[in-house]
């Protein structure tokens, strides 16, 4: 009976398969617009996915997700109206969707953001995906070819036999992470910001025992992060700097080329137990926060905006989340520094970021010409050119006043509570940036003079925000985008997840003394035995595979 059920239902699966790929995916247009004078006439229709995050779908009154500010600017600017007709909220919602109209149940919209490797693969597989090497070749602007030639990698995940089924999403190198400090506990106690791990640990324990604050209590400890999910948050409150002090450039959840130029996974590095038994004698100690397994990244903020916390280490722009303790508790003082050095005196490292998610596009979109020129113009605001000088609308994400611009909404003409990010009503969660790691910030403050909306925006930010980019942006050499970035392979898909919870707990056992030190060896070996030879295996044959590919030849960008 099972195996009749099983025949059943693949049966099923493989009709509406069958069924989508037939009649549910109809290009926008049955014949091509054509583009005259930089506007398509008769003007046109790009259907669109959309994951939205917690800042988009925030509208004007009388202004609405597929009429805005944004798209009206389409149709008029470009013969370009741009229509959201598969709507998703968090990832797993979006990604559901997404799924429901692979199997045929829902139409795939023309253009199709993807931010899931595995959901890319199955994408491919579905054979309901444009192959865009030609397309790219054809109309990609110049200004995105020189972008896209920066990040050959970004394409790794969108590479099957040699051809191409998307690109990234606005491929830039984010921004790093710097650390956060109590100054005025530094001063109240005479000391300087640590620049070693042995420094680090003197001014936490200085400002768990030595009370920074001055009221005679002991209520503050050193260090804030979490460690709920992973040990590498990537953003803020993240301790990776403690692991990489010992590790080097093999920090944990993340794949790194070795020496020999083959990839290794960098939790199971020996180093990892060293950082592991500092965490662990800090936590004794009472340096970190109680309650770090259970506190999530944006969770374990809370002590240091409560003036409980000294230190925590998050992206520039977290200082304008957690600035309140300088309101609240009197002599507050935030100052920003670079991450310290590791054991070997040289810098310790983080993930870097590349892009979120993929372009993917419905097999029958016949009009890639108008994407490529709709989501060109769109980086005119990432670079201060165009139609988008200062941002993307005068009284939304900007205003000039008195002849003066301003990014600040409540000074705006028609005061706002918040900027409209008018950037997200678009394609994508985020609007294309080229800034990298900080560089507008940089150029501040090497002197250049804020003349267009770049630097003018940046110049905007307080002078710690500031200062955070441009440390961010003096130690770009730190970030390391993951060089594995292609789908979960045949083991991972198994025994990934088996696998990551088995670090985590073992991680979290030792830090808190419930498991001796030597747990990290077993973990070691169970990791090996449990599937993690093989998935080394197989994401080392996929490395090899894809460095056979030389991408920028193949679409015309060497």
């Not at 959309?50 to 800042?55: A, G, L, S, T």
């Not at 005119?380 to 003066?404: L, R, S």
């Not at 060896?521 to 894809?546: H, L, M, P, R």
């Amino acid at each position: 009976m099972k195996k009749a059920s099983s025949i059943l239902m693949t049966a099923l699966l493989s009709a509406s398969l069958l069924a989508g790929c037939s009649g549910g995916d109809q290009p926008s247009s049955e014949k091509r617009s054509t583009l005259k004078d930089g506007k398509f006439d008769p003007p046109i229709t790009l259907k669109i996915a959309k994951q939205q995050d917690e800042n988009a779908g925030k509208y004007l009154p009388g202004e609405s997700l597929n009429d805005n500010v944004l798209t009206r600017w389409g149709v008029e600017k470009l013969g370009i109206k741009v229509e959201t007709t598969l709507l998703g909220g968090d990832g797993a919602q979006y990604n559901n969707k997404l799924r429901l109209a692979l199997t045929g149940s829902e139409q795939l919209p023309d253009i199709i953001p993807v931010y899931d490797t595995m959901l890319a693969n199955d994408l491919i597989q579905s054979g309901r995906v444009k192959e865009i090497t030609e397309d790219i070749k054809s109309y990609m602007p110049e200004r995105l070819k020189k972008i896209y030639k920066e990040y050959p990698m970004t394409f790794n995940p969108v590479i099957r036999d040699g051809k191409v089924y998307g690109m990234a999403i606005a491929p830039n190198l984010t921004e790093g992470e710097v650390m956060l400090i109590r100054q005025d506990w530094l001063d109240n106690l005479k000391l300087k910001a640590p620049t070693t791990i042995e420094e680090f640990e003197q001014v936490i324990a200085a400002f768990t025992d030595g009370d920074p604050d001055g009221d005679g209590k002991k209520d503050t400890y050193g260090f804030t992060l979490s460690g709920k999910d992973s040990y590498n948050t990537g953003w803020v409150s993240d301790p990776v700097m403690i692991f990489s002090a010992f590790t080097g450039k093999n920090i944990p959840r993340q794949w790194n080329e070795d020496s020999s130029g083959k990839l290794v996974y960098g939790s199971v590095d020996p180093g990892n137990k060293e950082a592991l038994a500092k965490l662990r004698d800090w936590y004794s100690k009472g340096y970190l926060n109680k309650e770090l397994a259970t506190k999530g990244a944006w969770d374990a903020l809370a002590d240091f905006t409560e003036g409980k916390a000294g230190i925590i280490i998050g992206r520039p722009w977290l200082y304008g989340s957690v600035k309140d303790v300088e309101k609240n508790v009197k002599g507050a003082k935030i100052e920003v520094y670079p991450t310290i050095n590791g054991i070997d005196g040289g810098k310790t490292y983080q993930s870097g970021q590349l892009n979120d998610g993929v372009f993917m596009f419905n097999k029958d979109f016949n009009q890639m010409d108008a994407f490529f020129l709709y989501y060109d113009k769109l980086y005119d605001a990432a670079f201060g050119t165009g139609d988008f000088v200062y941002g993307y609308a005068q009284g939304y994400d900007y205003d000039i006043v008195n002849g003066e611009v301003t990014f600040d909404p409540q000074k705006f003409n028609k005061p706002l509570d918040a900027v409209q990010s008018v950037g997200k009503m678009s394609f994508t969660k985020n609007m294309p940036t080229a800034d990298g790691p900080g560089k507008s910030f940089y150029d501040l403050a090497q002197g250049v003079k804020p003349d267009n909306g770049v630097l003018m925006r940046s110049d905007s930010n307080d002078a710690t925000t500031q200062k955070g980019y441009v440390i961010s942006y003096e130690n770009a050499d730190v970030l390391l985008p993951n060089a594995f970035n292609g789908p979960p392979t045949k083991t991972m898909q198994s025994s990934l997840e088996q696998l990551n919870t088995m670090e985590q707990e073992t991680f979290t056992k030792i830090i808190y003394s419930k498991e001796p030190l030597e747990a990290f060896d077993t973990f070691v070996k169970q990791w090996y035995a449990k599937g993690g030879e093989q998935i080394a295996k197989e994401v080392n044959e996929w490395y090899s595979d894809v460095k056979k590919v030389d991408i920028m030849d193949q679409i015309g960008m060497n």
